[in-house]
Structure formats: C-alpha cells, structure tokens
C-alpha cells in the first residue's frame, strides 16, 4: 500500500510542477476564423487582458477554414501542456451533426477549459430595407418570393441554423449564402447584395452603430441591454425562438486537470474584471464564471441541443 502511494504521488508531482511553473513561455490563441468576425473580437478581449494576469504575452493566431476545423485540428495535434488554446464559438458542438467525417472529434480531441461569454444573434438588415419589424419583413419577403437571400458566417454555424430557423417557423422562402467569416457577409449585407443575416452581436455592433445596417430583433428570450428598444423574437410573435450563440476556450485532449485549472481560474478571472465586463456587455455577451467542469458540461447540453436543431434543419456539409 505504502508503494502504491508513493507511486500514485510521484506519478502526479510532475503534473502539479507544471501548473505551478506554468506558464514559461508565451501561449499561442488559435482563433478559427478571419480577423474581424465575432469569435475574433472576444477572442482578442480574452487575450489582451490575459498577459496582465499570467505574466506571458498570448498571441493571437486566426487560421480560417472548414467552418472552424482547419484552425481547431492545429489545437488537437498540439501537446496538451496549455500553451496552445483554442478560441471558437458554438459552431464547435455543431459540426459532429453536419459532418458525416468532421475533421476533428469536438469532443474526444479536446479539453473544454473556460466559457466566455453567452451571446444573442441578432436578426438586421441593410438600412435600406423598407421593413420597420419582423412582421413586415415577413410579410415583404413573402411577397418577394425567391428573390431573399439570407447571409451566414459559415454554414451549420449558429447564424446559419437561425436562419434556417426562422425560414421554417416564418413560412418564407429564402436562400442562404454562407460568407468566410461575419465581416464580409456585414459588407455586402451593407450593400443590399442580400437582404438578411443572423449574426452575432460582437460583430454587428459596429455597422448597427454606424446606420450601415438596421436590426429588427434579437434571439435572446429578454431584451438586451445594449439594445434596450430592439424587441425579441418571441416578442415579435415567434413563439419559443430562443437561439444564441456562446465562445469558450479549449485546449488539446488529456490535459492535466490541475493545469485545466489554473488556466480557467485565470480566464474567469479575466473576465470578471469591470473593464472586461463592460466591453463584453456593449457587445451584448453575458459573461461567464463557469469551472472547467461546468463547462464540459454545458459543451454536451449544447451538443445535443444543437444536434437537434441540424436535423430539424437537415443541413449537411459533405
């Protein structure tokens, strides 16, 4: 028994050490999408704040591609010594029921970490829409039928099954136009080359604020603080519609649970932090103080929560 113990302690020792020393050396962000785009813009708030609290420079590396997975399969082959994080958003839990052969195992290839924030979609249009509310915008694109394009980051992200949402319970006909990335999809949004988009609110903001474009609701259940007049879905008479997205950090699989740890407390610290939350709440995200634990949890709640709204959908990508 005596041996045992001693092995079970020599065996964990390293683990805890490299907590303790962690981080030595700078920390690599992959960010899975172009500059610009929402999981972008909290991604970097996360890592501009981070360096303050653990002492190391975060570099921000955004490789695109394959609706998250080019920039989340480098994570998955990285060594799980937490110096190389992944930044993404829900879309993660969704592409196992888009995929018949994802890239990556969202669940088996990666250690959930740290939840950032939760955030409505919001529903706009280009300034130049003549619609004032979800109904007339219903009721004008049922009078332009085939002539309604909706834009999407990606296909099978959280905007794009909004999207296909709304299509269904509204009863138009619409065709989607998925974008790399929400600010090209926000340009030509802008410029009337299609005439409906869900989108995050991070990247929207901006061009709401400028009057590029309007927004006619949002997804959230309540309204929004950072758009106070702006009705919800539910609201507007789509009853249940309560679709958002979140951004959460992970890391490769198998690591060490102490080292986990030690990154989530910092993360949530960062977060927590009154500067951090005010910019995270004129974006319209609620921030988060999840555990690690409580995280991975909520990453199987969502994953079969998602997986629901892809059939109902039946989008697939292959």
């Known amino acids: 028994m005596r041996f045992l113990l001693v092995l079970v302690i020599w065996t964990l020792t390293p683990f805890s050490a490299m907590a303790q020393?962690?981080?030595?050396?700078?920390?690599?962000?992959?960010?899975?999408?172009?500059?610009?785009?929402?999981?972008?813009?909290?991604?970097?708030?996360?890592?501009?704040?981070?360096?303050?609290?653990?002492?190391?420079?975060?570099v921000v590396d955004n490789k695109p591609g394959a609706s998250g997975q080019i920039g989340a399969g480098d994570v998955?082959?990285?060594?799980?010594?937490?110096?190389?994080?992944?930044?993404?958003?829900?879309?993660?839990?969704?592409?196992?029921?888009v995929y018949s052969k994802p890239l990556v195992d969202a669940v088996k290839d990666f250690t959930p970490i740290a939840l950032i924030g939760i955030v409505p979609l919001v529903m706009v249009v280009p300034a130049s829409q003549s619609a004032r509310d979800v109904k007339e915008f219903i009721a004008?694109?049922?009078?332009?039928?085939?002539?309604?394009?909706?834009?999407?980051?990606?296909?099978?992200?959280?905007?794009?099954?909004?999207?296909?949402?709304?299509?269904?319970v509204a009863g138009i006909d619409m065709q989607h136009v998925p974008y790399k990335g929400s600010a090209p999809a926000l340009a030509d949004?802008?410029?009337?080359?299609?005439?409906?988009?869900f989108d995050s609110m991070p990247s929207s903001m901006p061009f709401i604020r400028g009057g590029k474009i309007k927004v006619l609701a949002v997804s959230n259940p309540k309204r929004v603080a950072a758009l106070p007049n702006v009705p919800t879905l539910i609201e507007a008479g789509l009853a249940d519609f309560d679709l958002g997205t979140w951004y959460g950090i992970w890391?490769?699989?198998?690591?060490?649970?102490?080292?986990?740890?030690?990154?989530?407390?910092?993360?949530?610290?960062?977060?927590?932090?009154?500067?951090?939350?005010?910019?995270?709440?004129a974006l319209g995200a609620e921030p988060s103080a999840y555990t690690a634990d409580e995280f991975a949890a909520f990453n199987r709640r969502e994953t079969e929560r998602w997986g629901r709204i892809v059939r109902a959908a039946n989008v697939k990508l292959d």
Do not use: C
């Open 21 to 58: 020393a962690f981080p030595s050396k700078q920390i690599r962000m992959v960010i899975p999408y172009p500059p610009g785009g929402p999981t972008d813009v909290l991604g970097r708030i996360v890592a501009a704040k981070l360096p303050e609290s653990i002492g190391q420079q975060v």
């Open 76 to 97: 998955a082959r990285a060594a799980p010594d937490g110096y190389t994080l992944l930044a993404n958003a829900s879309i993660h839990v969704i592409n196992p029921h």
């Open 140 to 168: 004008w694109a049922k009078a332009n039928p085939g002539k309604v394009n909706f834009a999407s980051s990606s296909t099978a992200s959280a905007p794009h099954l909004a999207g296909e949402h709304f299509k269904q």
């Open 189 to 197: 949004l802008a410029g009337g080359q299609v005439q409906l988009m």
């Open 251 to 281: 890391g490769p699989a198998n690591m060490p649970r102490d080292l986990v740890a030690r990154l989530n407390a910092e993360i949530v610290k960062v977060v927590g932090l009154p500067d951090t939350r005010e910019r995270l709440a």
